[in-house]
Every structure is written in structure tokens, then in C-alpha cells.
């Protein structure tokens, strides 16, 4: 087993690339799509992309985009553009020609690595139009486009530079340097560009690996998209820590994956919850082959128990871990622990990771009592350097003393461990009394009567507000609103029963697997008027 302790792991993601080369050596980084690469050639191929980069002109600080889904070449790119001290800007691979365009701009994008097409998108036809002063130059990683260089052409503009000068600059990285961007989902605004530096995501998700327990060899399966820092930093990045197999997953489809799974011996599955209840619903789940699962580690939603007993007892997952973060925490703050008890791990987000600080407050800032619920703060080396060209948004995010104001609601125990209840946005107060949606959710979903659930707060004359649930039926379910709202009458305080009831086909999600609940509050709008 390689040596690859907290004391001995680099603190920039260039070294962990060159450090995992010399550790791991031969044994498989990367499968996709038949291409196989080993952790030293991934390192020859970062620094490839890197001579290509500085050759292109890019020079210290400079930012380069990556739009495309999962794919190797995305983390080859990456790892070039941090090799030759760029900045990274991860774009979510749902965005419009405009959307896109923003964010070149915002960030200041000088060249853009991306798809000539997938899943019948031009991304770069998308970018007609739009002024987009910044950017000097397209690269296509798959495909071909208009006035575009192919990704294995652009390598080769690089062939001629020193290999030893490629080196000497990724190793002169610094901890303190900016690795990425990393926007957030703009559903309350403009989005907003989360600078972080390399050595506070290298220590990050040095903890993050091991409180999960990451092994050496092991398959990942990541399905997660990389402009996440669920699958960029708790992905491919963490497989680097660990020398684990990256096995990039483009599109989620549920037969696809279960197949992948029984196929490729899959042993890791990280994800939002809506993956493992659509995995676990399908129809013909049974005849499929999931026993290599090990590990899950889940977030980005409220995880309601029974879906925990349920990963482990139908999909055979030995471990489930759950934590919470968010894109200005790194995407860390709170982990559960190999040593916790089966509820704590199933009914918290764990308490916080090492050296940093978490505490829940009332309105005023004031931390309140264990068992009662407050505002999340977090403090501590995961804590962004704040939004890019946006001191005013940085200064609402994170006060004087260094506390990120996350905008959770949480409930913390005695032992520091956090039950997140639910966004500060999304409660909302009925006849005087806070209504957690996080909480009716789960209530809903242990029924077992249905695959999805997302309740939301909408006016009320009497009450000021109300619930409405939004549910979609579990296989051979057909539930009505006036049999939801009669299982809620029975099951739950009156004043949290939803007095409204839509039932969908589906919920709509973002790229990350959370509900949407904008998109819904929308619909409810709309329907209402």
C-alpha cells in the first residue's frame, strides 16, 4: 500500500498528479470508452497539455473554461491548465449559448476547452453570436467545429517545448495559487464564480478520502459531473489522493449504469440521492448484478433513512456515508465517520472535518442551543477566497471574523453532529409555525408510496403560507391528491400536511441531481394565477 498520509501528500494539485505518478506508477487511473491510461501516463499527458497551453500563450493566473461532460480528456485538460498555472473554470454542461457566455465573460476566459457536439448540442454553434471579447481561442476536445482546433492537434502545437521548463513550472505552483472557478447555480441571481486555491482543495479532500475510506485499486464509478466539485474534487481529484480507477460516466441512464455496474466491477458509487431512488425503483432492477458496490457516500439533498436501509439491504453497499458542503466550502464541511453508529451515519451529515469550525446561529448571529435549529456558519482553510470581481456578494457570504454563512438550517447534537434540516429559503412559516420541507420530504418517502418528493411553501390568505408536495408514485402506486393529503393528516402535525398535491412524472433536477425547487415554485405560480 503507497504511503498517503496527510504528512506526505502535496499541496497542489500539479504535485498530487506528478506525486501519484510516483506512487501508483503503472496501475490504472483512468478507463473511458476503451481508453486506458495509467497514473504515470496521465502525468505525461497533463504535461503535454500543459507545453500545449503555455505555448498558446497562457500565462500565470490566466483562466481557461472546460465545457464538456465526463470524459478523460476533461481531467487531461484540467490538469494542464493547473500545470502550467492557469485557472480552471468548470461550466455545467446544461448551459445555454448565452449562460455560457456570461460566464466566459465574468471570469475572464481566455481559451475554452469543449464539445463540437454531444447529445445533438453544438456547444460552440451555441456561442455564435454572443460577444465574448475575452476569449482568444476554442479547442474541441471530442469532434470538430468551426474555426476550432482539435484537442490532439493542440497537444502536438506544444511538442516542441522543453519538457524540463513544463516541470519546473508545474512544480512552482503554489498552495496559495488559485486552482478554479467554480460558479454557482445562479437559481437566486446572477452566477457567482467561487475562487479556491490549491492547497486548501488538496487538504479538503485529504480528509474527505479518508474519512470515507477511498482504497488504492479500487473502481469509481462517477456520475457525478466534473464541473461539480462533487465529481472534479470528490471524484477524479480524490481518486489521485488514493490511487483509485476513474471510470467517467457521461449521461445518467438507469439501466446504463446498473450494466456498468455488473460489467466493470464497480466498487464506488458516490451521488445525490435522487440516483440511488431511481437505481432502486427500477423495474427491472433485480436482474442485475450489484454486489461489487462498497462504497456510497451521499449529499447534496436531505437523504431520508429509509433510502440508507435500503441502499445497503437491496444494493449491497457495505458503507454509506453521508456528509454536507457547498461550492464556497470546497464542497466539504461535515463528514459521518467510519467508527459512528448506523443512525447516526443515516440520520446526520456528520460533524465537521478536521481544523474547521461549524456552529448553527439565530438571525442576529448568536449560536443556539444544541438540539435547537440555527443557521449553519462554517470557518476554517476550506472557505473560498471569496466570489471573483464581487467584494460586495463576498462580504453578505463571509464576515469579519472568517464565518461562511451558508444559508442551511441545521439541528447540531451534543457531539457537534449536524441534521441538516433544510435552506433558510426554502422554510417557510405556516399559522406561526416553522415548516421544514427536508422534514415532510421524508416522512413522504417512507411511505414507500413514491420514488421522488420535493415540498415547497406557496401564499396563503389565512395562513400566510402552506405546503404543496410535488410527488412521483413509486411503480404501482397511483396516488391522488386527496390520498396524499389524507396519508399526511395521519402521519404528521397538522400544520405541516401539504394543502396542496401535484403528482409528476418526474421532478426537475439540475445537472447535480438536486430538485429544482425555483423551476417548481414557478410552476405553482403559474398554475395558481
Known sequence: MADVSS?????????????????????????????????????????????????????????????????????????????SGGVLVTMNTRLKGSEAAYILNKSGTRMLCTMGEFLDTNYVAMLEGEELPKLERIVTLRGEAKDCVGFEAFVQEGKGASREEARERALAVDPEDLC??????????????????????????????????????????????????????????????????????????????????????????????????????????????TSSLRLAVTGAAPTPIELIHRMKDELG???????????????????????????????????????????CVDPEGNEVPRGEPGEVWVRGYNVMRGYFEDAEETAKAIDGDGWLHTGDIAVMDDRGYVKITDRIKDMYISGGFNCYPAEIESALFGSGQFEQVAVIGIPDERMGEVGMAFVVPAPGNEPSEESVIAWCRDNMANYKVPRRVEVMRELPTNASGKVTKFVLREHAAQSAS
Not at 33 to 42: A, D, N, T, V
Not at 49 to 63: I, K, N, V, Y
Not at 222 to 237: E, N, R
Not at 257 to 266: C, F, G, P, S, V
Open 7 to 83: 504528512d506526505t501528500i502535496e499541496l497542489t494539485i500539479p504535485r498530487l498528479v506528478l506525486g501519484a505518478a510516483e506512487r501508483f506508477g503503472d496501475a490504472t487511473a483512468i478507463e473511458d470508452e476503451g481508453k486506458r491510461l495509467s497514473f504515470s501516463e496521465l502525468a505525461e499527458a497533463g504535461l503535454d497539455a500543459a507545453q500545449a497551453f503555455h505555448a498558446a500563450g497562457l500565462r500565470s493566473g490566466d483562466r481557461v473554461g472546460v465545457w464538456a461532460p465526463n470524459i478523460w480528456e476533461w481531467i487531461v485538460a484540467a490538469i494542464g491548465v493547473q500545470m
Open 317 to 359: 453497499f457495505e458503507t454509506v456515508i453521508t456528509g454536507y458542503g457547498l461550492t464556497e466550502s470546497c464542497g466539504i464541511a461535515t463528514m459521518c465517520r467510519f467508527d459512528d453508529d448506523p443512525e447516526t451515519i443515516a440520520t446526520t451529515s456528520g460533524r465537521a472535518i478536521p481544523d474547521v469550525e461549524v456552529k
Open 180 to 289: 478554479d472557478f467554480l460558479f454557482t447555480s445562479g437559481t437566486t441571481g446572477s452566477p457567482k464564480g467561487v475562487m479556491t486555491a490549491h492547497g486548501q482543495t488538496i487538504r479538503s479532500f485529504m480528509a474527505w478520502s479518508e474519512v470515507v475510506g477511498l482504497r488504492e485499486g479500487e473502481r469509481y464509478l462517477i456520475v457525478m459531473p466534473f464541473f461539480h466539485s462533487f465529481g472534479y474534487k470528490a471524484g477524479w481529484l480524490a481518486c489521485l489522493m488514493r490511487g483509485a480507477t476513474v471510470l467517467p460516466h457521461q449521461v445518467f441512464d438507469v439501466p446504463v449504469i446498473l450494466e456498468r455496474i455488473a460489467k466493470e466491477k464497480i466498487n464506488v458509487l458516490p451521488g445525490a440521492p435522487t440516483i440511488y431512488q431511481s437505481m432502486l425503483t427500477y423495474p427491472d432492477f433485480s436482474r442485475y448484478d
